[in-house]
């Protein structure tokens, strides 16, 4: 069973910052990806960025403004957004890829997700 909690969301205005969290605990073998995707009203589920063995990749729409972190020895992702853009509203969910047992095929999992509104 894994289970991810994830903080942070908030209200804040056009041009400010937010932090959000997310901590993956439970039995598994491995963690192979941490990220953030988000979904706005009407809109489809989008990647924002993700940490994997291969290093960090960035939406083109986050890039310079969102800065994604991984501690892998507490299996934790943080993503520091900033001058956010009220186009940046959205239910923000932390996604993890794990090997829940040696020898086994990837799982993926999404958080509860937790709301960013950017608005004045």
């Known amino acids: 069973q894994v289970h991810l909690v994830e903080s942070g969301g908030d209200l804040v205005q056009p041009g400010g910052s937010l932090r959000l969290s997310c901590a993956a605990s439970?039995?598994?073998?491995?963690?192979?990806?941490m990220g953030w995707y988000r979904q706005a009203p009407g809109k489809e589920r989008e990647l924002c960025a993700v940490s994997s063995g291969g290093g960090t990749n960035y939406a083109d729409t986050v890039k310079g403004r969102f800065t994604i972190s991984r501690d892998t020895a507490k299996n934790t992702v943080n993503l520091q957004m900033n001058s956010l853009k009220p186009e940046d509203t959205a239910v923000y969910y932390c996604?993890?890829?794990?090997?829940?047992?040696?020898?086994?095929?990837?799982?993926?999992?999404w958080g509860q997700g937790t709301q960013v509104t950017v608005s004045s």
């Open positions: 996604n993890v890829v794990i090997r829940i047992q040696y020898g086994m095929g990837l799982s993926i999992y």
């Open positions: 439970g039995s598994f073998y491995s963690i192979n990806a």
